[in-house]
C-alpha cells in the first residue's frame, strides 16, 4: 500500500497510481488533523473527494507519531526547555511538528478525525513503544492500547468504516501472544501487528510476525505496519501476512536510489520468487555514461519511456522533480509487481 502521509503519495497523481496498479493507499491522522484540519477536509466530501482517489483508503490513527514528532520545538528555536509528549491512561497530550502548539489525542478524539476523514479502512489509537524500552514499559503500552481499542469501538459511530485493532508487545513473546489473543477474540474484519519497524533487527521482526500469525485469524486479512523492503515483504507474506506499507519506496526515490531485478548471482535473493533484486544509487558516477533504462524488464512509464540511467542521475543531481517523480514511479510499481508475483506464484503453489 503506498503512503500518502498528508493525502498525496509525493510526486504521484492519482492517474499514475492506477497506472503502476495501487489498489489503496494510506493518509495520516496526525499531519491531516494539523493541516489542513479534519473538518476541512469532511467539508470536501472526506479524503476520496478532497484528493480524487476513488478507490480505497486507510488512515493510520496517528498514534505512532504523536510519540515520534510530539515534542515541542523549542529546541529548535534555540531554547532549553524541549517538552516531549506525555502519555497518560487517559491519552496523549504532544506538541505540533508545525508550529509547537500543544494537543491532546485519545482513543474517541482519534475515531473522530478518522470519520471526518472517511477513510474506508481506520485504526485504532495505540501505543508503540520504541524497541529498547523495559518490560514494565512494554505492559504499560499493551495494557493502554487493549484499553483504548475498547473505547474506540464504542466511539464509533460509522458503519461504513473498517476499525482494525494494533497487536502490541514489542519483541516480548508473552505479551505479543496475549495481545493477539485480544485482539483475535473482538472479530474485527481486519487484524494489525504493530511497533514492528521501530528499531528491531529483521530476525526479530520476522520473529514477533510468526508469533501474531500463529493466534489471528487466518481468514481475515492481516496487516504488518510499516514494511517495505522487498525481502521483508517475501518473509512476511510466508508468516502468513497480506497488508503492508511503507513510505520506503518515494523516500529511496528522493536520495536517487532505486530497485531492479537482477541476475541470480547478484543482489538480495527473493527466494520463493526465483529471482534476486538489487538496491542501486543513481549518483554513482558509473552511471553518468548509461545510456539504458533503469531496468529494461520492467514495465513503469519510466523504464518503457526508455529514460536513461544518465538522464535520471542528471535530473537527481539537479534537485529536479521529474527525477524524483520517475524513481518513485519505478519503486511503486517495482513493490506492486513484486505483489503481483507473489500472489501468481501462490496460485500457483510454487511461493
Known sequence: MPVGTVAAVK??????????????????????????????IKKAGGLHGFMGWDRPILTDSGGFQVFSLGESKAHKRGQQNVKSAKITDRGVEFYSHLDGSKHFFDAKKSISIQENLGADIIMAFDQCPPADCSKQELVKAVTRTHDWLLKALKAQTRKDQVL???????????????SAKFINDLNQPINAIGGVSV????????EV??????????????????????????????????????????????????WQKSKKTEGIELEGLKYNYMQVDIKQSKWKEDFSPLDENCDCYACKKGFSRSYLRHLIFENEVLGIHLLSTHNLRFLTRLTEDIKLAIAQNMF
Not at 504521484?12 to 476541512?40: C, F, V, W
Request: charged fraction near 30%; charge should be neutral.
Open 164 to 178: 482494525v485493532p494494533i497487536c502490541q508487545g514489542g519483541t516480548d513473546r508473552g505479551l505479543r501472544e496475549q
Open 11 to 40: 510526486t504521484m497523481s492519482e492517474r499514475d497510481l492506477k497506472e503502476i496498479g495501487a489498489q489503496i493507499i494510506l493518509s495520516n491522522t496526525y499531519h491531516l488533523y494539523l493541516r489542513p484540519g479534519d473538518k476541512h
Open 199 to 206: 528499531g528491531e533487527k529483521k530476525k526479530d521482526i520476522y
Open 209 to 258: 510476525t510468526s508469533w501474531c500469525t500463529q493466534i489471528l485469524n487466518e481468514k481475515k486479512p492481516r496487516y504488518l505496519m510499516g514494511i517495505g523492503y522487498p525481502e521483508d515483504i517475501v518473509e512476511v507474506v510466508k508468516l502468513g501476512i497480506d497488508m503492508f506499507d511503507c513510505v520506503l519506496p518515494t523516500r529511496l526515490a528522493r536520495h536517487g536510489v532505486f
